[in-house]
């Protein structure tokens, strides 16, 4: 209960023994407004602090435009959160600079959990790419789930004569292969699992920079590049079932059930994995009770049936850690993402 500076003093009254010649409480006249003060306070303090979370709308910051798979996930638990807590959960998209100004919209915010954020890998690797940013990385937020985890898939075209990941490293080294790759930018998911590939492998080519998914898809089936980390296998699968382009292997520890027949990166590359993800952070400070409440209602809402079926469609993976172990995700995935910068030679703007 908050206590106001009329009942700290009443508590130093109550304390003063009475042969000191101090008045107690009791004996203090009280006016009648000053006595329906202290009778209101002591009946609405203590409903105040009570108050239920969350009593009025939350904000879920997407640091992305709408439409993507972040948009998209967002949106649904935002949905699903709304029910569960008849409360509105506002999605407001906030796109610019590789997720910089809808983070640090979070980090700035007050931290009573009515911010959230809703991350993606840019997320763990800008403190690599940029110089400095207006927030901590690790300092600003407070994690609360780990989402969902998406592989990558790497494809060539359906016409190359790389039938295996071996057959590709072994094809950027005949000096009459010229390999370029494709990626929606830099720092990006697919753009790091090349490199990723790169440092682990004598694999080289050279990296171009697309608008979109379906411009890179169109440069992979006209053969502008010769090799694409796509970070949702979802949409590159009619393509794939034609045959015009190939499915060499997925970026995560284990196959994936929509494309079982792919192997691992790691079957020919061991202890290779690159995943993208997307996770819910709240501004730091956030008190520990809202940060296991929602931790509580997330978790539920990525186990149902209807959220694991989206999740699929996406080609992801429900996850639904602890924030402890979100944690341990993030910090892991800076130091992994900075050392293939470093040895991509990707300098910090």
Known sequence: MIQTGASAGARASRRRHPATGAASLAAIPLS??????????????PAHAAEPFPARPIRLVVPTGPGGVTDILGRAIGQRLTERFGQQVVVDNRPGASGIVGSSIVAKAPPDGYNLLMVFPTHVVNPSLYASLPY?????????TLV?????????????RAKSVQELIALSKDPASRLNYGSVGRGSIG????????SMTPLTGTHIAYKGSPQILAALLQ???QYYFIASVASALPH???GRVRAL?????????????????????????????????????????IIDRMHREVVQVVNSPDFVKLVSNEGAMPVG????????????????????IRHAGIKPE
Do not use: C
């Open 32 to 45: 009648l407004p000053l006595a329906l003060s202290f009778a209101l306070s002591s009946t609405i303090l």
């Open 249 to 289: 292997g997925v970026s995560s520890p284990k196959r994936l059930p929509t494309v079982p027949d792919v192997p691992t990166i790691g079957e020919t590359v061991p202890g290779y994995e690159a995943l993208g993800w997307n996770g819910l952070l709240a501004p730091a400070g956030t008190p520990a009770a």
């Open 148 to 160: 969902s985890a998406v592989s990558t898939t790497l494809l060539v075209p359906g016409s190359s």
């Open 223 to 225: 053969n502008e590049i």
């Open 191 to 198: 753009h790091l699992a090349a490199e990723l590939l790169s």
């Open 321 to 340: 850690n602890t924030p402890a172990e979100f944690a341990k995700v993030i910090r892991a995935d800076i130091d992994k993402w900075a050392k293939v």
């Open 136 to 144: 901590d990385t690790l300092r600003d937020f407070a994690p609360i």
């Open 240 to 242: 794939m079932q034609t």
